[in-house]
C-alpha cells in the first residue's frame, strides 16, 4: 500500500518522520519539505518515491545507498550537506553560552577519499565469492562492487582480487555455522605515496589455495606494496585479530601528509582521510598556538601524526597509545620524520594521565583524539588536577563529546570555540575540533 506524505520534516540523518496508524516511522534518504510516496507494507516501511524533489536532491548518487544506509547524505547536493551539518552542531551545542557560531570546514573531496577499505564476504546464490557491507542495524550482507567512497584505487584492487578468490574457490566464513575461511578484506592505500596494503582476514592461520593467490594477485599489475594475513577466528564483530603474517612485501606501507611521512601497519589506527587530515591538524594546532617552551600531551596519540606535527611548535611532546603496533609505527615515524623532541608512551590514556596527576607532572597543553566513545570520567578529572592551561578536543562524535564537555566544566575548563570538519563526507558523521581554556581565578 502507498501513502502520501507532503512537506516532511527531516531530522539530522536525512530521515523523514512519517506517522502510520498512530506510530511514527523513520524514512531514509528523504530532504526537508519534499514530497513523497511511501510503501507501507512490509516489516518495516520505505520510501517509494519522491513526486517534489529538493532542489537539493542529486541523481547520481550511490545505487546502493537505499539497501546500504552507510551513506545517509548521497542523495544531496554537498554543500547542502555541509550547511546540515552546521546546522546540527550548532543546534546540538546551542547551550554552550559566549562561544563563536560554529562553522564547517568542507573536505576536499567528497567522493572515493577513503585510505582504508574494509569489505566482508559470502557465497552469492550462484556460489559465487561477494563482498560488501552489512545493512544498518543488522547483519544483512548488501553486495557492493564500487563504493563511491573508498579510493578508487582500492576499489579497482578488490574487484580484481574477488575474481582471483572465485577462481580458487576460496570459501567465506559462516557465521551461523562457524565454518569457512575468509570473513574480510581491507585495503589500505596511501593517497601521496601510492603504495596499498592488501590484508585478508581469515578464521585463523589455514588459507588453503593462499600461495595460488598471492601468484595470481601479484600477476594482475595492481602495485600492491605489501599483502598480510590476519589471523581472527574469535566470534566478534571486531574486524582484525591480533596477529598477523607477511605473505609479500614488508607488511606495511607509508603515507605523506603535509611534509611528514608515516609508516602504516595493519592494526595501526590511521585518519581515514589521508586529504582532509592536513586540515584537521591545522585547525587544531591553530586553536593551541603552542609557544616554544610548552610540554604537549596527546593522548589517544596512535601512530603518532598529530604528535609529530606539534613537535614543530613544541619543546617536548608526550604521546599515549594503548595499541603496541602503533606505538611501534610512532616512534619509528618519528625516526623517519627526524623528530627529536617527541616521547612515545605504551600506555591506556586514563592510566597515564592518573598517574601523571599523581605524580604533579607539568602539562601546558593537552591534545586528545579518542575513539568514537569518548574519553572516560577519570580522564578528564585527572585533567582538572594537572590544571594544562588549554585542551585540544579532537572527536569524531558529537554526542560523546557533549557529554565530555560537561564533565570539562566541572573541572573549571571553557569552551572557547567549535569547528566542524568534514572528514567524513556523504554520510552524517562529522569531526569536531575543541578548544578549552583553563578557567582564572577571580582576582
Given at each position: 500500500?502507498?501513502?502520501?506524505?507532503s512537506?516532511?520534516?527531516?531530522?539530522?540523518?536525512?530521515?523523514?518522520?512519517?506517522?502510520?496508524?498512530n506510530?511514527?516511522?523513520?524514512?531514509?534518504?528523504?530532504?526537508?519539505?519534499?514530497?513523497?510516496?511511501?510503501?507501507?507494507?512490509?516489516?518495516?516501511?520505505?520510501?517509494?518515491?519522491?513526486?517534489?524533489?529538493?532542489?537539493?536532491?542529486?541523481?547520481?548518487?550511490?545505487?546502493?545507498?537505499?539497501?546500504c544506509?552507510?551513506?545517509?547524505?548521497?542523495?544531496?547536493?554537498?554543500?547542502?550537506?555541509?550547511?546540515?551539518?552546521?546546522?546540527?552542531?550548532?543546534?546540538?551545542?546551542?547551550h554552550?553560552?559566549?562561544?563563536?557560531?560554529?562553522?564547517?570546514?568542507s573536505?576536499?573531496?567528497p567522493?572515493?577519499?577513503?585510505?582504508?577499505?574494509?569489505?566482508?564476504?559470502k557465497l552469492?546464490?550462484?556460489k559465487?565469492?561477494?563482498?560488501?557491507?552489512?545493512?544498518?542495524?543488522?547483519?544483512?550482507?548488501?553486495?557492493?562492487?564500487?563504493?563511491?567512497?573508498?579510493?578508487?584505487?582500492?576499489?579497482?584492487?578488490?574487484?580484481?582480487?574477488?575474481?582471483?578468490?572465485?577462481?580458487?574457490?576460496?570459501?567465506?566464513?559462516d557465521?551461523?555455522?562457524?565454518e569457512?575461511?575468509?570473513?574480510?578484506?581491507?585495503?589500505?592505500?596511501?593517497?601521496q605515496?601510492?603504495?596499498?596494503?592488501?590484508?585478508?582476514?581469515?578464521?585463523?592461520?589455514?588459507?588453503?589455495?593462499?600461495?595460488?593467490v598471492?601468484?595470481?594477485?601479484?600477476?594482475?599489475?595492481?602495485?600492491?606494496?605489501?599483502?598480510?594475513?590476519n589471523y581472527?577466528?574469535r566470534d566478534?564483530?571486531?574486524?582484525?585479530?591480533?596477529?598477523?603474517?607477511?605473505?609479500?612485501?614488508?607488511?606495511?606501507?607509508?603515507?605523506?601528509?603535509?611534509?611528514?611521512?608515516?609508516?602504516?601497519?595493519?592494526?595501526?589506527?590511521?585518519?581515514?582521510?589521508?586529504?582532509?587530515?592536513?586540515?584537521?591538524?591545522?585547525?587544531?594546532?591553530?586553536?593551541?598556538?603552542?609557544?616554544k617552551?610548552?610540554i604537549?600531551?596527546?593522548?589517544?596519540?596512535?601512530?603518532g601524526?598529530?604528535?609529530i606535527?606539534?613537535?614543530?611548535?613544541?619543546?617536548?611532546?608526550?604521546?599515549?597509545?594503548?595499541?603496541?603496533?602503533?606505538?611501534?609505527?610512532?616512534?619509528?615515524?618519528?625516526?623517519?620524520?627526524?623528530?627529536?623532541?617527541v616521547?612515545?608512551?605504551?600506555?591506556?590514556?586514563?592510566?597515564?594521565?592518573?598517574?601523571?596527576?599523581?605524580?604533579?607532572?607539568?602539562?601546558?597543553?593537552?591534545?586528545?583524539?579518542?575513539?568514537?566513545?569518548?574519553?572516560?570520567?577519570?580522564?578528564?578529572?585527572?585533567?582538572?588536577?594537572?590544571?594544562?592551561?588549554?585542551?585540544?578536543?579532537?572527536?569524531?562524535?558529537?554526542?560523546?563529546?557533549?557529554?565530555d564537555?560537561?564533565?570539562?566544566?566541572?573541572?573549571?575548563?571553557?569552551?572557547?570555540?567549535?569547528?566542524?570538519?568534514?572528514?567524513?563526507?556523504?554520510t552524517k558523521?562529522?569531526?569536531?575540533?575543541?578548544?578549552?581554556?583553563l578557567?582564572?581565578?577571580?582576582?
Amino acid at each position: 500500500m502507498i501513502k502520501k506524505f507532503s512537506h516532511v520534516s527531516v531530522d539530522y540523518g536525512a530521515d523523514a518522520i512519517v506517522e502510520i496508524k498512530n506510530k511514527e516511522y523513520k524514512i531514509h534518504g528523504c530532504i526537508e519539505g519534499e514530497d513523497i510516496l511511501v510503501e507501507t507494507e512490509g516489516k518495516y516501511p520505505s520510501l517509494s518515491q519522491v513526486i517534489n524533489p529538493s532542489p537539493h536532491r542529486i541523481n547520481d548518487g550511490c545505487p546502493y545507498q537505499k539497501e546500504c544506509g552507510g551513506c545517509q547524505f548521497m542523495h544531496m547536493d554537498y554543500a547542502y550537506e555541509v550547511e546540515q551539518k552546521k546546522k546540527y552542531l550548532n543546534r546540538l551545542f546551542q547551550h554552550i553560552q559566549n562561544i563563536p557560531e560554529i562553522e564547517v570546514l568542507s573536505t576536499f573531496e567528497p567522493y572515493y577519499y577513503r585510505n582504508k577499505s574494509q569489505m566482508t564476504y559470502k557465497l552469492s546464490k550462484t556460489k559465487k565469492i561477494v563482498c560488501g557491507f552489512y545493512e544498518e542495524y543488522s547483519h544483512r550482507l548488501v553486495t557492493v562492487s564500487n563504493c563511491m567512497l573508498q579510493s578508487k584505487a582500492s576499489n579497482k584492487v578488490i574487484e580484481e582480487v574477488n575474481k582471483i578468490l572465485s577462481k580458487h574457490k576460496i570459501k567465506p566464513y559462516d557465521e551461523k555455522n562457524h565454518e569457512g575461511v575468509l570473513r574480510h578484506v581491507l585495503v589500505r592505500y596511501g593517497f601521496q605515496t601510492k603504495e596499498i596494503m592488501l590484508i585478508f582476514v581469515t578464521n585463523g592461520e589455514m588459507f588453503p589455495g593462499r600461495n595460488n593467490v598471492i601468484k595470481d594477485i601479484l600477476k594482475s599489475n595492481l602495485n600492491i606494496t605489501t599483502i598480510v594475513q590476519n589471523y581472527n577466528a574469535r566470534d566478534t564483530s571486531i574486524v582484525l585479530g591480533d596477529r598477523n603474517k607477511v605473505l609479500y612485501g614488508l607488511g606495511f606501507i607509508y603515507e605523506k601528509v603535509s611534509d611528514y611521512k608515516f609508516k602504516i601497519s595493519p592494526n595501526s589506527f590511521f585518519q581515514v582521510n589521508s586529504l582532509g587530515m592536513k586540515k584537521l591538524y591545522h585547525c587544531a594546532l591553530e586553536k593551541a598556538n603552542i609557544q616554544k617552551n610548552d610540554i604537549v600531551l596527546d593522548a589517544y596519540c596512535g601512530v603518532g601524526t598529530i604528535s609529530i606535527f606539534a613537535s614543530k611548535y613544541a619543546k617536548e611532546v608526550i604521546g599515549v597509545e594503548l595499541n603496541k603496533q602503533a606505538i611501534q609505527d610512532a616512534k619509528i615515524n618519528a625516526k623517519i620524520n627526524a623528530v627529536a623532541n617527541v616521547n612515545f608512551v605504551c600506555d591506556d590514556a586514563t592510566n597515564f594521565i592518573t598517574n601523571a596527576a599523581k605524580n604533579k607532572m607539568k602539562i601546558d597543553i593537552l591534545i586528545l583524539d579518542p575513539p568514537r566513545e569518548g574519553s572516560t570520567k577519570q580522564f578528564i578529572h585527572a585533567v582538572g588536577y594537572l590544571k594544562p592551561r588549554k585542551v585540544i578536543y579532537i572527536s569524531c562524535d558529537p554526542n560523546t563529546l557533549k557529554r565530555d564537555l560537561y564533565l570539562f566544566a566541572e573541572n573549571e575548563y571553557i569552551v572557547q570555540e567549535i569547528t566542524g570538519v568534514d572528514m567524513f563526507a556523504r554520510t552524517k558523521h562529522i569531526e569536531c575540533v575543541i578548544r578549552l581554556d583553563l578557567k582564572q581565578p577571580q582576582k
